[in-house]
């Protein structure tokens, strides 16, 4: 180290330390490949394992707060008490066939009130006289609570298979003819008169512009109205009803078998999720089938 004095200070110079030698093949960055599907499997299956989990650690604190007294096992029961009572039922019982009823009226109202109430709310297209006349009507019925109907439609329909059909149909043809309309209501006036303008006719801008463009708002309605339907079957069971999970709950509570009335709860919630998980496929069908990207 060299010392230099200049002006009165003192400037220090150091030497500057030898450059090792980089080989070229370490300059190199290696390329970085993100797989994006890859990565989101590992994201499913991560939310999978943790819902699992989740559901698990439940059952299990459930079983142990019933066993130890944290909770009362007469109102709580059990899981195991409840698996017992399910295989009894199901191997004894009519739980199969209470199943099947109540899958198929449900089912069967929300196909109807899904079709027909898509087809009202497309009708508003043609007429725009027709829309605004029976616009009001459509936002009253939204309104009015439907399950209060529920005892008019087992007189009407007696207490068999359709009138829980009937309120199960109740229950999802309003919202399906509501989202349609609006579906229809945001249809792009810019597009119909270009297809007009190309010597389109009525019917086919309606086929290649009005259906496609509502149909967002359509697929949207499915989930809600899944369990619409539902509720409005169920709803139907606990009036009247000789078959069904509701008929079966309402039977276990007047005699006070709790572990049946959980039985019925827990097949419910099993039946909803089996259902919901359906229309999430039909969602992802109808909308490959238009071109539409869901989120």
């Not at 299990?60 to 009572?85: A, V």
């Not at 069967?108 to 009130?113: A, T, V």
């Not at 007189?155 to 609006?182: D, E, N, P, Q, R």
Request: net charge positive; with cysteine; proline share 3%.
């Amino acid at each position: 180290m060299e010392s230099v004095q200049k002006k009165g200070y003192v400037i220090h110079k150091l030497e500057a330390a030898p450059v090792q030698a980089v080989k070229p093949e370490k300059l190199q960055k290696k390329p970085v490949i993100i797989d994006e599907e890859a990565a989101r499997r590992r994201t499913r299956r991560i939310i999978g394992i943790g819902r699992l989990s989740v559901a698990l650690l439940i059952v299990l604190c459930w079983e142990l707060f019933t066993r130890f007294g944290w909770m009362d096992p007469y109102y709580w029961s059990s899981p195991l008490r409840i698996m017992s009572t399910t295989w009894t039922q199901v191997t004894e019982g009519t739980l199969l066939e209470d199943i099947a009823y109540t899958s198929s009226s449900t089912i069967l109202g929300f196909i109807g009130g899904t079709v027909i109430g898509s087809l009202l709310g497309l009708s508003f297209w043609w007429s725009r006289k027709f829309a605004g006349i029976s616009e009001p009507f459509l936002i009253l019925l939204n309104a009015m609570p439907k399950l209060a109907l529920a005892p008019v439609l087992v007189i009407l329909l007696g207490i068999g298979f359709f009138s829980k059909v009937a309120l199960a149909f109740a229950m999802t043809v309003v919202v399906a003819a509501l989202s349609a309309h609006s579906g229809v209501q945001s249809v792009d006036k810019d597009m119909e008169k270009l297809m007009y303008s190309l010597g389109a006719k009525r019917h086919q801008v309606f086929t290649k512009v009005v259906i496609p463009w509502a149909m967002p708002w359509m697929i949207s309605s499915l989930r809600i109205n899944i369990a619409l339907s539902l509720a409005g079957a169920i709803v139907g069971e606990f009036i009247a009803s000789s078959h069904g999970i509701g008929r079966m709950v309402i039977y276990a509570g007047t005699i006070l078998d709790i572990n049946l009335v959980w039985v019925g709860v827990v097949v419910l919630s099993v039946l909803s999720m089996v259902m919901y998980a359906g229309v999430v496929l039909l969602e992802k069908w109808l909308s490959k089938g238009y071109g539409m990207k869901k989120a």
